[in-house]
């Protein structure tokens, strides 16, 4: 079972970091390709939110070909899902930075002051550079 969470802090719609989530697990290989994502009713007693909410998440993935329905059986990762989901994903921690590094500037750090802080938590992370 593919457990998704609620961050409290995200002032973004429930249905869009739903979406986002989903979206997520794709690009990471959680879900792949003919995959089945879990039910409507499913999902929403897992993250305990309003079904309706669930299914504008899913309308959305539809919409962006992310998954498609299987007549009788429910929702499943498309064909060429990954790929548009890696696309996004790193849309999404690219516009995230962005904004970070933004707030930084205006708080007058210097550039480098802004690196090693992104060194630092990298590291502290426990990633590794690619």
Known sequence: MLLFQLQGSDDRPIYARIAEQIKFAVASGVLRPGDLIPSVRDLSRQMVVNPNTVARAYRDLQQEKI???????????????????RDLRKAIVRDRIRAAIQEAR?????????????????TRSNGAPH
């Open 106 to 122: 205006q708080t007058a750090l210097e550039p480098t002051e802004i690196e090693a802080i992104l060194r630092d938590e990298w």
């Open 67 to 85: 998954v498609d329905p299987v007549r009788g059986t429910g929702l499943q990762v498309a064909q060429g899902a990954a790929e548009v989901c």
